[in-house]
């Protein structure tokens, strides 16, 4: 079983700055995807980052260029980098890990409990 554990929100006043971590254990592929969703009241979750093994990464629009992510594949280590912290940043973090298994075809999909991250005008 895979487990996500996530840390580092909190509140912060805009244009301020956090950091999250998600560090994944259990039984997974190392070409594994890692990254962050968030989800705000009333709306849908949304991609906000991800970052292959490799090194490869994706953003969402509305934070490039505020946020980076990183990660650390000896310690299975997601992190979210957030700067310039605005009131429609706040949301509920989630990390997700996507181990996904080509030759069977199968994406195993996992997250973490969700992480709270308040941006105050």
């Known amino acids: 079983q895979v487990q996500l554990v996530e840390s580092g929100g909190g509140l912060v006043q805009a244009g301020g700055s956090l950091r999250l971590s998600c560090a994944a254990s259990g039984s997974f592929l190392s070409s594994n995807t890692m990254g962050w969703y968030r989800q705000a009241p009333g709306k849908q979750r949304e991609l906000v980052a991800t970052?292959?093994?490799?090194?490869?990464?994706n953003y969402a629009d509305s934070v490039k260029g505020r946020f980076t992510i990183a990660r650390d594949n000896a310690k299975n280590t997601v992190y979210l980098q957030m700067d310039s912290l605005k009131p429609e940043d706040t949301a509920v973090y989630y990390c997700?890990?996507?181990?996904?298994?080509?030759?069977?075809?199968?994406?195993?999909?996992?997250w973490g409990q969700g992480t709270q991250v308040t941006v105050s005008s």
């Open positions: 997700n890990l996507k181990d996904v298994r080509v030759i069977a075809r199968i994406t195993y999909d996992y």
């Open positions: 970052m292959a093994n490799g090194g490869s990464t």
